[in-house]
Every structure is written in structure tokens, then in C-alpha cells.
Nanobody, 122 residues
Framework: QVQVVESGGGLVQAGGSLRLSCTVS????????MGWFRQAPGKEREGVSC????????YYVDSVKGRFTISRDNAKNTLYLQMNSLKPQDTAMYYC???????????????WGQGTQVTVSS
């Protein structure tokens, strides 16, 4: 049984940083592309950042380019999202997804985590 668990969310002031982690069990992470998605209240879910199985291809939504960095450690079965210069508009529930379409950070991922809340105060 594949389990996806996110951590690292929290409350931070604008301009601050957070590092999200996503640990996957029940399968080998190196087989899959991975991604981070977010959904704010009243808004549709959007792909924030995705990464190919070998880290050779990455995608960032325009609103986070230059501020967020996605990375992965296949040996630890863990995905990361370093978020710097956070803005109130980054406030959302952030979800880790297994096997999204990397080029557009979309599609129908095979597995999802339960999410971790990120709240950025102004």
C-alpha cells in the first residue's frame, strides 16, 4: 500500500521561508515523477512545481519562479519544496503527488498525500 505523507507546513510572516517534505512508502520513488500542488479556499487546485524521476526536468508555475525550489532524494524516498520570500497569496493547502505530468505539472497523479497547510501572514 502506497502512503504519501507531507510535513513542514505552518504559519510564517511574509518574506519568510518554509521547507516542505513528502515521504513516500510502499513503492520506490525513483520510478515516478513527483509534484507539489496547492489549493486555496475557493480556488481550483494548481500545480506548483513538478520534477522528473531523475531530476532532469522541472516545472514551476510562474507565480513561484525564482522563489521556490523543488528537489528529491530517491534514496530517502523523499520530495522537498523549499519556499522562500513567501507571500500571503501562497497561503494554501499543499499536496504532494506521485506521477504527475511534469511538463505542465498536471494530469492525474497516481497517489496523493493528505496535505500540509501553509499560511503566510502579511
Amino acid at each position: 500500500q502506497v502512503q504519501v505523507v507531507e510535513s513542514g507546513g505552518g504559519l510564517v510572516q511574509a518574506g519568510g521561508s518554509l521547507r516542505l517534505s513528502c515521504t513516500v512508502s510502499g513503492t520506490s520513488l525513483q520510478l515516478y515523477s513527483m509534484g507539489w500542488f496547492r489549493q486555496a479556499p475557493g480556488k481550483e487546485r494548481e500545480g506548483v512545481s513538478c520534477i522528473s524521476w531523475d531530476s532532469g526536468t522541472t516545472y514551476y508555475v510562474d507565480s513561484v519562479k525564482g522563489r521556490f525550489t523543488i528537489s528529491r532524494d530517491n534514496a530517502k524516498n523523499t520530495l522537498y519544496l523549499q519556499m522562500n520570500s513567501l507571500k500571503p497569496q501562497d497561503t494554501a493547502m499543499y499536496y504532494c503527488a506521485v506521477a504527475p505530468r511534469v511538463e505542465s505539472c498536471s494530469g492525474s497523479p497516481s497517489y496523493w498525500g493528505q496535505g500540509t497547510q501553509v499560511t503566510v501572514s502579511s
